[in-house]
Every structure is written in C-alpha cells, then in structure tokens.
C-alpha cells in the first residue's frame, strides 16, 4: 500500500507568490491534517478535514487556506508568501482523524 | 494553551549507551501521547500512549505515561547509530470538533560508534 504522498517535494518561491501544495492520503483514510515545521522547531498545526469539511483550523493567518475533495486528497494553499512561510509543510492522514496519523515526506518551501 | 516541553533539547551519547527522553505537556481535552521519530522529513511512529502507568515496548525503545503528572518517558538502551534522529513527543487534543496533535521542539539524540 502506498504511503502518505506530497508533492511536490521542494519548492522555491518569491515572496509576495501564491503556493499549492498537494497531498494523498493513504488509502481508506478519510482525514487530512496539515502541519508546519520551521527549523529546529516541532510541527505546528494548521488544519484538520474530514469527509470534506474543514475539523479544525489553528493559529494561522487567512493567507492559509486549504480543501478537501471528493477522493480524500488534500491540497494547502498560501497566498502572499512570506519570508517566514519558509517551513518543511507535512500532510498526516488518518482513518478518522482522531488517532492513528501517518505522515508523509513532507514538501520543503524556500521562500526568496 | 496547548504546551508541550521536552528535555534535553540534545543529546550526544556513545553506542550501547541507555537514554531516557522526557516530555511534560498540557492539552485541552487529552486523548492520547504520541511519539514520533525524524531523521530526514517524514515523522516515523513509534508509541501511542492512552493509559497512565502502562509500559509499551517495542525492541529497544520503550515509553510510558503519567496522565496525573502530565508526562512522558521514551527510553532507549542499547543505544545504536541508527537512533541518531529527532524525537517528537506529541499528545492528541480536541478543540470541538478538531483533533490535533501538539508537538514539543523535539531532543535531538547524536548516537556517536
């Protein structure tokens, strides 16, 4: 079985550009989280859905949106991109979203 | 608000040596503790904890938890290169609807030959 995918897997942007990251979740998972990791820090939380519907959102500005389709797959998007949006983003999925997360590799974005 | 504290934040030891990680936490609506291992990118599972004195083992590593201390150890004896990593304690939480995970900054273990 395949595991969590992203993609893509590093990214080089502008500051002021808008970003799509995408994730697959694995199969059969119905929840999709999404989580920030800047260096030498843990992953921070961004959002949560399930069957489509945004779970949970966190400290985030508006620039930060995502969605959820019909086959489960996520994808991120951030308008305006900052210096600080600089991160490692990793997409967890899970059956339910409330135990059992897998995460993928992750997409490295350098914002320049 | 959610906080999640590890100690050490690093740690340099020689193979064959035994490590013990700490994590200490506070999450609305607890569910569960998690533990994570990152080398590269991908967080690697390794334990979801839910009942308080219980010890889960698996080879090498092992962890328990203390829901009235609010806290976590991760052990690992027999220290080889390969552990060399991050390792993420994370407990579950539910805000509503939402579940999340909460991670600490991570102690990053330097297993030397």
Not at chain 2, 25 to 41: A, G, I, P
Request: proline content about 4%.
């Amino acid at each position: 079985d395949a595991g969590v995918t992203q993609s893509p897997t590093h990214l080089i942007k502008t500051r002021g550009q808008h970003v799509t990251l995408r994730c697959s979740p694995i199969s059969g998972h119905k929840s999709v989280s999404w989580y920030q990791q800047v260096l030498g820090q843990g992953p921070q939380f961004i959002f949560q859905y399930y069957e489509k519907e945004e779970r949970g959102r966190g400290n985030f500005p508006d620039r930060f949106s995502a969605r959820q389709f019909p086959n489960y797959s996520s994808e991120l998007n951030v308008n305006a991109l900052l210096l600080g949006d600089s991160a490692l983003y990793l997409c967890a999925s899970s059956f339910t979203g409330d135990y059992g997360y897998t995460f993928g590799s992750g997409t490295r974005l350098t914002v320049v | 608000e959610d906080k999640v504290v590890q100690s050490p934040l690093s740690l340099v030891v020689h193979e064959g040596d035994t490590v013990t990680l700490n994590c200490s936490y506070e999450v609305t609506n607890f569910r569960s503790l998690l533990w994570y291992k990152q080398e590269k990118k991908a967080p690697t599972f390794l334990f979801m904890l839910t009942s308080s004195g219980i010890e889960k083992k698996s080879g090498r590593l092992s962890s328990i938890l203390d829901k009235k201390e609010l806290f976590s150890i991760l052990n690992i004896t027999a220290t080889q290169t390969g552990d060399s990593a991050i390792y993420l304690c994370a407990p579950s939480g539910s805000g509503g609807s939402n579940y999340k995970l909460t991670f600490g900054k991570g102690t990053l273990l330097t297993v030397n030959p």
